[in-house]
């Protein structure tokens, strides 16, 4: 059997240093956590909340599954999302994708993945929904970023649609739910301007993306 034994050296090594620094660290945080932020992001391993945006255990809630989906349907996310908000009362919800995301490029191929092509099944709904945008665009790498981006959009779309935010903005709950996607090539997050902080902003931020043409289709049964 092959150990992993260099990786539980490693957190006793971190474990020292932390304590070495700030000796109640661990006992101050193991009473309560007190997040301000839900990361709900890719499961990627190159694409790690804390090291991102350089916060401590205890500052970020996290949430990751591929391609960074939020579906109505999925427990586990909304679970998540609940106790974010209703418990830790978080006050930021940020979605943050990435370029070069290995789930999105599979949901572009016509070939077959396996299980994962049902979980992925979602991003192709997002391209034929943006397919005006997507068909003009050329060059396939720049198609594929577009893609990345707009997954992004609309799983933020997704989490603002949830009842659970819904009725927390209905209270007055202070939240925002940021649109954020990681540059694998320079360590860079860009912020797509796409923060939203009550149902309005919602409406308006399906509005500035959504084709006007399938924008009736969808909201018809409102
Ligand atoms: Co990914």
Not at 139 to 166: A, S
Not at 201 to 220: G, I, N, V, Y
Request: charged share 25%.
């Amino acid at each position: 059997m092959k150990n992993i034994d260099h990786l539980l050296e490693n957190n006793r090594r971190w474990s020292e240093q932390i304590r070495a620094q700030n000796p109640s660290f661990f006992a101050d945080l193991s009473g309560q956590q007190s997040p301000k932020y839900l990361w709900i992001g890719c499961s990627d391993s190159r694409v790690s909340a804390n090291t991102i945006v350089g916060l401590d255990p205890g500052e970020i809630f996290v949430h990751r599954n591929v391609a960074n989906l939020v579906l109505h349907t999925d427990m586990n996310c909304l679970s998540v999302i609940q106790f974010a908000l209703e418990v830790l009362n978080v006050e930021h919800i940020i979605v943050c994708g990435h370029y070069g995301c290995g789930g999105v490029r599979a949901a572009m191929e016509p070939r077959r993945h396996g299980l994962i092509d049902n979980w992925l099944r979602q991003i192709q709904d997002t391209a034929n929904l943006h397919s005006a945008i997507l068909d003009g665009i050329q060059n396939e790498g720049e198609k594929f970023d577009r893609l990345c981006e707009l997954n992004v959009i609309e799983q933020v779309l997704n989490v603002c649609e949830t009842t659970i935010v819904m009725d927390a903005w209905n209270r007055g709950q202070e939240l925002t739910v940021h649109g954020w996607i990681y540059d694998l090539k320079d360590g860079l997050v860009r912020d797509r301007g796409i923060s939203v902080d009550r149902e309005l902003r919602m409406h308006e931020l399906r509005d500035r993306f959504l084709p006007t043409s399938k924008r009736s289709a969808r909201f018809k049964a409102l």
